[in-house]
């Protein structure tokens, strides 16, 4: 309970939003944000005419302040204890479920009417659910939102982790459909509390196993179970495993909502998050021979767009915003960046135009609190890991168990 | 070795409500001992099985087990988590419905090698390479070992379920009728493995029967149940040929001759 009372001064009210900061870590991930907040966000309603001006009638964000309470609750006691699913009282919303009714509800609890919001779906600004989930946060809540990662204080996702590393003080929320990394081989509730209450995670080995006997690999691409800080076993929801190495020791808090299965979960920043695997089968990700089309961005997750009818097809970035932010010639307006971090921008995109593509987004993976949030150029040519041909990508981290 | 049983049963006691599952049941299993349990249906035999296997909570009465380290302990005063322990390393259950014992969805390969990953193994080649070991065991060829046991034939699955407990090694292996619903060849060849495996490994096997050749074939002592009660324990040998109590003559003499 000790880790639950320290964290209950987080959200105490009306428009708070769960932060995090670990004692001492007053590094540019804050100084970031907070200038990101004096910055006028792109979209602030008020500046603009085609969205409507805050729905009257509604509480803040639309849910009522008791209901925020309670899930408020539910996400202290998930940070609390990373990993493990806290039941919630989910509530209907005007959404069907598997709209990412979970990840409104969350949303809604933990923003503020500072909080500057994104919302993605499949790496996308602009698809309907991102749009829409969007606009119903401008209209309930009128708080100001964006399509830049580094600008946003909230991101609310589904399937992705944008390919920009996250930073101190944001917050990643997840859509999750089916919260229970043991649900297809244990359909029992009851079974699955025990197996999780007694650390038995044999059975996520079997679907592993299983993967490997049938296809002699891991065929495992998305919902790739994971173990957060050396207890709990968890479905990272749909996101591809190509995102489960951003997960491990995230500087972002990372909050999961899943609205028709009533559960809750996290990863506090800054914690451990092992793939699952086999010491012969390492856990891999995806790789792709080709860069993005459109951008030329290397080792991020691309999408295949088909072309037309007669097999012409290209493969582009996920992620809109980072492949937007790649080819605009000028620094994003509300990325919250000052003169110094343009320059560092300019010396990252020389530095991926002479080969050094996104050499930076995979240094920064490396577990060092306190660095600053995003690489200079001089790391970007430091650390130029370039991977050879068309091998697939080991998560390069120690095994703890033998 | 030590003097002290493997198994320790005493005052066993069941009840349903006001209903008697069984009554006082006592016995002690050593190493490498095969104790049949016979009876009709209803005279408590599953009931038995069932709080032996701590699926069930006896109303009284204890049961004692003599771990690997040689401590003797009462499996009720375990906690849940050593007990599951136990239950899947030094312990077997083999079940009379095999669909209930295993894992249908899941490959063969893969249900042998559920316990050992549950007890930490994380080289899928040596998993792998155990579970075809223990096919051939039972005689399941072993370029089945991809294909799910629903796809397997009754004697099949029950063979699959031995190799699956016996993957740990357990010391201790509880079989609820595994002969049954099978036909009489394919009882004889299964019969036959479950003999031939008990005495190479020396385990220790409590077998629910209805079946008295099965028990005199398999088991070293007899204890016979009616009523939810022990009417007659003792050597099968002496229990079959020579039966003392009315009940177990009449159960001797119902067994029809081929």
Redesign the interface.
Known sequence: MSGFAGASSLPSGEGSRVGYAPAGATGGGDERIAASRHTPPQTSPEEREDIAPRETGYNFAYLDEQTKRMIRRAILKGIAIPGYQVPFASREMPMPYGWGTGGVQVTAAILGPDDILKVIDQGSDDTTNAVSIRTFFERTAGVATTTHTAGATIIQTRHRIPERPLAEGQVLVYQVPIPEPLRF?EPRETETR?LHG?A?Y??M??KL??D???HGEIATTYAYPVEVAGRYVMDPSPTPKFDNPKMDRCPALQLYGAGREKRIYAIPPYTEVRSLD????PFRVQHWTTPCALCGSEGVYLDEVVLDDRGGRMFVCSDTDHCEERRSPNPPPSAGEGASRSEAGEGLREARAHGGADAGLFASRAPLAGRPPLPTPADAGATLPREGGGEERTEGRGRS?P | MTDQPLLSVRGLTKHYGPRLGCADIGFDLDEGEVLAVVGESGSGKSTLLSCLSTELAPTAGTVRYRMRDGVTRDVFSLSEAERRVLMRTDWGFIRQDAAQGLRMGVSAGGNVGERQMAVGARHYGQIRATALDWLNKVEIEVDRVDDAPKTFSGGMRQRLQIARNLVTQPRLVLMDEPTSGLDVSVQARLLDLIRGLVSELGLAVIIVTHDLAVARLLSHRVLVMRGGRAVETGLTDQVLDDPREAYTQLLVSSVLAA
């Open positions: 081989l025990k007694l038995e044999g059975l080995h079997v196993y299983e490997i006997a049938r086999f010491e012969d089968h168990e």
